[in-house]
């Protein structure tokens, strides 16, 4: 399948607006179902590149290193800015921008985002279709999200005094399922007929929980945020709470999740 290595699409071409009126091919594409993050391009055909006046992609990375930079192109964990000296976050209290998350039905996730720029006076929180779901005068923005059966996402517009678009962030996606997570801890429960967690920022060395309602065998899998197959193994399951251990080698490809079967 294609869809998990379209990583982003272009939302700054130069001084164009991809994301926005009727050339809003960003929202498009997530309202079809693609998880594509927000990227900037200048459009150079000169050679004074890296202007500060063009418009440009940053990298949430730990390091500026090519491995790090896949890393955040593979977890969307990336933004377009207008303003060069532009700084966003956007996440959830326990998950980082570019998450795909799967939460309970009728749970609730908080949003959170800061910009850091002289130049922005606005924030936007947009949903599917393109649905404003919260505006901000200033630079901070919170928002507790109801979680529904259908996938939702949602990013960050930033603007100026004048309503032009400084910055894009990349989506965090929420859908339902069987799955719940304290906000404050980040330990997550799943129950038997939940059949995935995608994606799942566990820490070397962590605990995940699942809950079960049934005791027996069972098939514990651990995959990457591509959906590919790091660890598999088979446990005794009790009623009640279980723990498998995040370890280096359970997280040497990327972002874990986990199945029961």
């Not at 000296?85 to 326990?94: A, D, K, P, W």
């Amino acid at each position: 399948k294609a869809e998990p290595f379209m990583v982003g699409i272009e939302v700054f071409n130069g001084g164009s607006d991809y994301a926005a009126g009727d050339r809003a091919f960003y929202q498009q594409a997530l309202d079809s179902g693609w998880h594509v993050g927000a990227v900037a391009s200048e459009d150079h055909h000169g050679y004074n590149w890296n202007n500060e006046e063009d418009p440009k992609t940053v990298f949430i990375s730990d390091g500026l290193t090519l491995e790090g930079m896949k890393e955040a192109m593979k977890t969307r964990n990336f933004y377009a800015v207008r303003d060069h000296g532009l700084r966003m976050n956007f996440t959830t209290t326990t998950a980082p921008m570019g998450s795909q998350l799967v939460r309970k039905t009728g749970s609730f996730v908080t949003l959170l985002a800061d910009v850091e720029s002289i130049n922005v006076s606005k924030l936007e929180l947009i949903t599917n279709t393109g649905v404003v779901v919260q505006t901000i005068e200033g630079n901070l923005l919170k928002q507790k999200i109801e979680v529904t059966d259908n996938e939702k996402w949602y990013y960050i517009r930033a603007t100026d005094s004048t309503d032009r678009t400084m910055a894009y962030s990349s989506p965090i996606w929420i859908k339902g399922g069987g799955t719940i997570v304290d906000e404050n801890t980040g330990i997550v429960s799943q129950t038997l007929e939940s059949d995935q967690l995608f994606p799942n920022p566990v820490s070397s060395g962590k605990e995940l929980t699942y809950n079960t309602t049934h005791s027996g065998t069972a098939t514990i899998t651990i995959k990457n945020a591509l959906g590919q197959l790091i660890t598999s193994s088979t446990v005794m399951l009790k009623t009640g709470n279980n723990t498998i251990l995040a370890t280096d080698q359970t997280l040497q490809a990327g972002r874990s999740e986990g199945s029961t079967s």
